[in-house]
């Protein structure tokens, strides 16, 4: 069984950064892309940020221009870099792979706070 961890929430001010780091236990074959998921007290889970096996990356619009996700494939592991944080951006972040066959990974989540 896969497992992923999460590290890198913490409490900051608004206008910091954080990077969160997403690691899987073992090699996954067949990636075929990774997230990052939040969901806010009482809000649904939403996508923040993902990346496909090529390279390709999609975000929410209300982290364009701000965060940034990336990956090592050779070590597993997917980051966000979240620069300019809001405290609209308090939510426990989830990262999530997703990968042939519809089998999808999850973490359990690392928690970002923001004060104003």
């Known amino acids: 069984q896969v497992q992923l961890m999460e590290s890198g929430g913490g409490l900051v001010q608004a206008g910091a950064s954080l990077r969160l780091s997403c690691v899987a236990s073992r090699s996954i074959i067949g990636i075929k892309d990774m997230a990052w998921h939040r969901q806010a007290p009482g809000k649904q889970r939403e996508m923040v940020a993902s990346i496909t096996s090529i390279g390709r990356t999609n975000y929410a619009d209300s982290v364009k221009g701000r965060f940034t996700i990336s990956k090592d494939r050779t070590k597993n592991m997917v980051y966000l870099q979240m620069n300019s944080l809001k405290p609209e951006d308090t939510a426990v972040y989830y990262c999530?792979?997703?990968?042939?066959?519809?089998?999808?990974?999850w973490g359990k989540g690392t928690l970002v706070t923001v004060s104003s």
């Open positions: 999530k792979l997703a990968a042939d066959g519809g089998v999808d990974y």
